[in-house]
């Protein structure tokens, strides 16, 4: 009887195991691959909108929010975060609004779209993340601008994209070049190559080195809660949220920002799909191969005192073979609102030819 128990708990114990290390191993790959999005096929094609509502339907369930600026060529506004809308226009694009239209959107899972999870129910690790990535993932936002383009009736997308949002459009263009007019990529993430190859862009790392000696153990206890993956099904999208407005206060703080003066507002922080966000792209992954075959013209912004460092934006630079590189001084990672006439020069500069 002790025999068949030991052996009933050993087999347990090696299954937790089995599933523990496959869980682990998991979590490191990459659930999205450059052209899973292309190929979807009739999914792609978004529903009827309604012509009372104010929102773009992308796919049943899932509504967007979004506002435009501007009159002409129609440009795409990309946001970053992972989850950090824009509730207003950027600064520095001000200037162009006789030109162009301007398009800003919550991506799906922020702001005021929709978020489609709440909470899991389900105990099975493996099908909470392939839920949580087809529902808010890479593939999902990667999708979004696709249906996107196909509302708005452009056979080609002019792009802008800011930090994530930058990676976004900028694995967009993998997917769908023929799309693409141009791409312009401000500070776009230091997320094209997991781990990354410039370790003082490690976003996380480069926080707490800022922040004064005695927070950083209360930023180390936090980071031990915020990246642990082994109890994040247990929590809800508020959780979650609470989560990320705590990450962007910590940010916020050694950036020694005016709030009100120099920070542009954003709409409410992303739950869910941050971490769908890291879910889909995993620690172990290198995306500019995807990026070497899009000639379409690129230009890469990077702040000259942007936390993130021009070697890690100038990633994007060296990965596609038609870019341009414009260092801004004086800016940080939104260039857009600490130098907008620059900004804006640069801008108009590169779109010239692009508004008929």
Request: glycine share 8%; charged share 20%; aromatic share 10%.
């Amino acid at each position: 009887m002790k025999k068949n128990l030991f052996a009933i708990i050993g087999g347990i114990i090696l299954v937790l195991i089995i599933s523990t290390g496959a869980f682990w191993y998991m979590s490191t790959q990459p659930l999205y691959k450059p052209g899973m999005v292309r190929d979807m096929g009739a999914a792609l094609t978004p529903p009827a909108q309604s012509a009372e509502s104010e929102r773009w339907l992308v796919e049943p369930g899932i509504e967007l929010a979004h506002f435009s600026v501007g009159e002409g060529r129609h440009v795409l506004i990309v946001h970053g975060g992972p989850g950090q809308p824009f509730v207003q226009p950027m600064s520095g694009l001000e200037p162009l609004t006789s030109e162009f239209q301007f398009h800003y959107y919550d991506q799906r899972g922020c702001g005021e779209s929709t978020r489609p999870i709440d909470r899991f129910e389900s105990q099975n690790m493996y099908e909470n993340m392939t839920t949580l990535d087809r529902k808010l993932g890479l593939g999902a936002q990667i999708a979004d601008i696709e249906r996107i383009r196909r509302i708005l009736g452009d056979e080609k997308l002019i792009l802008i994209g800011h930090s994530w949002g930058g990676f976004l459009a900028a694995l967009y263009a993998a997917e769908f070049p023929e799309h693409v007019e141009a791409l312009i990529l401000v500070s776009p993430a230091n997320t094209l190559v997991m781990p990354q190859p410039d370790a003082e862009s490690d976003l996380f790392a480069a926080v707490r080195a800022k922040l004064p000696l005695e927070e950083q153990a209360e930023f180390d206890v936090f980071m031990q809660e915020y990246m642990n993956f082994n109890t994040l099904f247990q929590k809800s999208e508020a959780d979650l949220v609470a989560m990320n407005e705590q990450f962007g206060n910590y940010y916020l703080k050694i950036m020694d920002v005016d709030m009100e003066a120099e920070w542009p507002e954003q709409g409410k922080p992303g739950g869910w799909m941050v971490w769908a966000g890291y879910v889909s792209m995993g620690q172990r992954h290198d995306y500019r191969a995807a990026l070497r075959e899009i000639d379409v013209p690129v230009l890469v912004i990077h702040g000259a005192d942007d936390l993130q460092s021009e070697a890690a934006t100038r990633l994007y630079v060296d990965a596609f073979p038609n870019a341009k590189f414009a260092v801004i001084d004086h800016a940080s990672h939104a260039s857009f609102e600490d130098q907008p006439e620059q900004f804006a020069a640069i801008v108009k500069s590169f779109l010239a030819g692009y508004s008929e």
